[in-house]
């Protein structure tokens, strides 16, 4: 019997809410698909342990480009947990301000885990690109191609001329609130294809009105798109658990928790 999924969150820092145990059994109970990615490798083992009785969470290995300039030597130990895992991230650049500085490192770790992901093949990436989204898509297109590598841009904050290009090549987009309150965010969002969009959290960053992440944030993200979108929640909602199953199904996974035709109880 397959049990419907009620929202999807593909990118949600787990690891570093208050109580993870607790999340990742509401995310259960409340029927949240999430993808808990990692912001060091280092906390693979732990992350993989805490997801790995429930049915709705999933880990990712990752090295988040802001921790670059300090754990650049992490990266051959990112390489090895890859094969563990069809779900990478957070990975990506960040060209802002803070970070500048430390760019060229951030490409030679980056350019790494693109050629180790092309070369072990069926591997999702959840990918940061904050002032650097042309870079990320030059070295995708570089180092990876689309049979091997399912890239999904978190929070993308570009251009939609770049937008376009990265949905051309393959890329998703997981989008969050906080990208429906935002003049970029919200260009990004109309201009996406259908088939490529996602839903996101970035927990605990992205905080609810009420100053705290639940694994059913995202439910109302998928209102806050239908609305832009000027489509109906219904299918806004099936397009989003649609989507995800190709993302699953990409990296080998079919899960009993997606059941597209009976989202409608989704807010039950």
């Not at 912001?39 to 992350?47: D, I, K, V, Y």
């Not at 779900?87 to 885990?113: A, C, M, N, W």
Request: charged share 20%.
């Amino acid at each position: 019997m397959r049990v419907a999924a009620r929202g999807f969150d593909l990118h949600c820092h787990v690891d570093l809410l208050p109580d993870p145990v607790a999340y990742i059994a509401e995310c259960d109970r409340k029927r949240i698909v999430t993808l808990a990615v990692t912001t060091t490798p280092r906390a693979w083992p732990q992350n993989r342990r805490w997801t790995e009785r429930s049915s709705f969470v999933v880990p990712a290995i990752g090295l988040h480009p802001e921790l670059v300039g300090q754990r650049h030597s992490e990266v051959g130990l990112l390489e090895q947990f890859m094969a563990e895992s069809p779900f990478v991230g957070e990975v990506g650049l960040d060209g802002s301000l803070s970070y500048r500085d430390t760019l060229p490192i951030q490409k030679d770790v980056f350019s790494h885990v693109l050629v180790s992901a092309e070369r072990i093949g069926a591997r999702v990436l959840s990918i940061h690109s904050r002032r650097a989204g042309r870079e990320v898509l030059s070295a995708l297109i570089r180092h990876t191609t689309p049979a091997r590598v399912l890239p999904i841009l978190h929070w993308f904050s570009d251009s939609t001329a770049v937008a376009a290009e990265a949905a051309e090549f393959g890329c998703y987009f997981s989008i969050n609130r906080r990208m429906l309150d935002s003049s970029i965010g919200r260009a990004v969002i109309r201009s996406a294809p259908a088939h490529r969009i996602l839903t996101e959290s970035d927990a605990p960053f992205l905080r609810a009105g009420r100053g705290s992440s639940e694994p059913g944030d995202v439910i109302g993200t998928i209102v806050g798109l239908a609305e832009l979108r000027g489509v109906s929640v219904e299918e806004m909602r099936g397009t989003i658990a649609f989507n995800v199953e190709r993302v699953f199904a990409f990296a080998g996974i079919s899960s009993p928790c997606f059941n597209s035709a009976s989202l409608h109880d989704a807010n039950g």
